[in-house]
């Protein structure tokens, strides 16, 4: 690494603001940031002639595919497309091959990058229904994160036991990050509709199928919608009984629909909706 670097005549993106002037960075840090730095000892000097100099960004989600799929991608190639798109720190998911799930591997992980890695790095450890006790000796300085997938996933890190999802949440030493399916939810919503439209399922509600879907449920359910999502000339009346039913309640804020009787608080209009969960939209 050269000791020194300034990089003169930038325009410096930093807390919300623009500025313009020099940056000097000393074995990989930034030590000052002022005007006229160029008296500064330094090994190398950048002249940026009024281009913008950006701080790095951090990916939070990355799959390198290494080790063990290494015919798709490895360590080495994503970082460097990564450094090339102005990603300088990553942390990467544990469903490589073997799998992230205990301290062995994670080090074997860290041990890669070390020697393959272009950006800084950090990566999760998975959990599983059965490995609490890795969880729990966790260094916190070790990982940037433990990763549930509480839906189907490759291998065994599914975790889809409520005393272990409890425990994971209640003993974590670091912060947990994770994939909140349900996967009985996922394939009862696929059988549904692929009963209904074939394997030709559309990626979007048709006009006035989603009122339709929703005038279906049996649960009672309570939430304002916006006329973003269907309809509103084909809302049958009888939706305005939902109202009267407990459930979730979530708003928007403007009114969406004129009638006597259809109005919620504030003019806003109450509907079924399928995928709000019990906080709604906040």
């Not at 300085?141 to 999802?165: E, H, P, R, W, Y």
């Not at 692929?194 to 006009?207: L, S, W, Y």
Request: overall charge negative.
């Amino acid at each position: 690494m050269t000791d020194e670097i300034l990089i003169k005549n930038a325009r410096m993106v930093n807390d919300g603001q623009i500025l313009e002037g020099d940056l000097l960075i000393r074995k990989g840090r930034i030590e000052q940031i002022g005007r006229d730095l160029a008296a500064l000892a330094a090994t190398r000097v950048l002249e940026a002639d009024g281009r913008l100099l950006l701080p790095g960004m951090i990916d939070d989600q990355v799959h390198f595919r290494e080790p063990g799929v290494t015919h798709k991608a490895d360590i080495h190639s994503e970082s460097r497309a990564a450094v090339a798109g102005g990603i300088t720190s990553y942390m990467e998911m544990p469903n490589t091959n073997p799998q992230t799930i205990c301290l062995d591997a994670l080090e074997k992980k860290y041990g890669l990058a070390a020697d393959r890695s272009l950006a800084n790095f950090s990566f999760y450890l998975g959990a599983t229904n059965d490995n609490l006790d890795a969880i729990r000796a966790l260094d916190p300085n070790q990982t940037c994160g433990i990763k549930v997938f509480m839906g189907a996933s490759t291998g065994n890190m599914l975790v889809d036991k409520q005393d272990t999802l409890e425990t994971i949440f209640k003993e974590a030493p670091v912060l947990v990050a994770t994939h909140c399916e349900d996967t009985p939810t996922i394939e009862k919503n696929e059988a549904e509709y692929r009963k209904r439209f074939g394997e030709d399922v559309p990626m979007e509600f048709p006009e006035g199928l989603f009122l339709a879907t929703i005038l279906e449920r049996e649960e009672p359910c309570d939430a304002f919608v916006s006329n973003e999502h269907a309809s509103i000339e084909q809302l049958p009346q009888d939706a305005v009984a939902l109202e009267r039913h407990q459930g979730i309640a979530a708003g928007f804020p403007r009114p969406l629909l004129a009638g006597p009787g259809l109005a919620g608080p504030a003019g806003r209009q109450r509907f079924c909706v399928d995928y709000l969960g019990p906080q709604g939209f906040g």
